[in-house]
């Protein structure tokens, strides 16, 4: 059963405070928390990770219909788009402006089984991507960067955006 138009998508909810939003989504489709940026080898061929490329077309054509200041920006993901949220949220924070923001994380902590996270964010190839810049990008290359340090910088840079992870599961 597919929860398409509920929870903050159901702009009949008198009680939803995102029912007057615009929401722009970026399909999740390629596996890589959006980060991603490279072909990988598997037994049944060569597998597209682009999802870097997707999430950055979907925020030029918000930056393209959206040029004005905002009275409000939300940026958030939910399960695995959490992830993506967390990479993208200093990138969108910069990008838009806006009267005042915040940024929501549902139903996924990005837990890792330990030295796999690093190590899978480098296989995406997403270290030379703008999300992980600075003293970041070397840690990732690496092998050593974690989607939460990439959240932890983006926090630093914008203490007066509220951030928030919920876990409903």
Do not use: H
């Not at 929860?3 to 903050?8: F, Q, Y």
């Not at 909810?13 to 990988?40: H, L, Q, W």
């Not at 409000?72 to 990008?95: N, V, Y």
């Amino acid at each position: 059963e597919s929860n398409a138009g509920s929870g903050i998508l159901d702009a009949s909810e008198e009680k939803n405070p995102f029912r007057s939003y615009t929401i722009v989504e970026v399909f999740y489709c390629s596996g890589d928390a959006f980060v991603g940026n490279t072909t990988m080898q598997t037994q049944s061929g060569n597998l597209q990770q682009r999802g870097y490329f997707n999430a950055e077309a979907t925020v030029a054509w918000a930056r393209a219909n959206f040029p004005r200041r905002l009275t409000s920006f939300a940026a958030l993901g939910f399960s695995a788009g959490s992830l993506g949220t967390m990479a993208w949220a200093g990138e969108l924070l910069k990008t838009f402006k806006y009267k005042s923001a915040v940024v929501l994380l549902d139903s996924y902590a990005g837990a890792f089984p330990p030295g796999t996270q690093g190590y899978t964010v480098q296989r995406w190839n997403a270290c030379g991507t703008p999300l992980f810049a600075g003293k970041l990008r070397a840690t990732c290359e690496a092998g050593d960067a974690t989607i939460q340090q990439v959240l932890m910088q983006t926090m630093e840079r914008f203490p007066e955006v509220p951030f928030a992870s919920i876990q409903s599961k």
